[in-house]
């Protein structure tokens, strides 16, 4: 059983910076890719980005690269989100995911965080 704990999320102005962890606590293998998505009201959850739980290979949507950075500590077990020029547009609550399959696609993925929310004012 994985169980992932989102924190970070807060109020910011456009043009501002947050960053965003995801404990992970379980068992994770090397092969889990663990992902961000995102959830405005009224909309679907999106793909935001992902990674490797071994590291290396990275994965950004088109509308947040060059802005969000995303990373990994195997020593903390934590998956970073780290959003700069944040804009209006990036309003959501943010959850982190984890599965062996992980894709961009929110259903592939087994175990979910409870979420964070990140408000960016005009």
């Known amino acids: 059983q994985v169980q992932l704990v989102e924190s970070g999320g807060g109020l910011v102005q456009a043009g501002g910076s947050l960053r965003l962890s995801c404990a992970a606590s379980?068992?994770?293998?090397?092969?889990?890719?663990m992902g961000w998505f995102r959830q405005a009201p009224g909309k679907e959850r999106q793909f935001v980005a992902r990674?490797?739980?071994?590291?290396?290979?990275?994965d950004y949507a088109d509308f947040v690269k060059g802005r969000f950075t995303i990373s990994r500590d195997s020593a903390k077990n934590t998956v970073y989100l780290q959003m700069n020029s944040l804009k209006p547009e990036d309003t959501a609550v943010y959850y982190c995911a984890a599965d062996p399959r992980g894709s961009r696609f929110a259903p592939m993925y087994n175990y979910w965080g409870q979420g964070t929310q990140v408000t960016v004012s005009a």
């Open positions: 990674i490797r739980w071994s590291g290396g290979s990275t």
């Open positions: 379980g068992l994770i293998g090397s092969n889990y890719l």
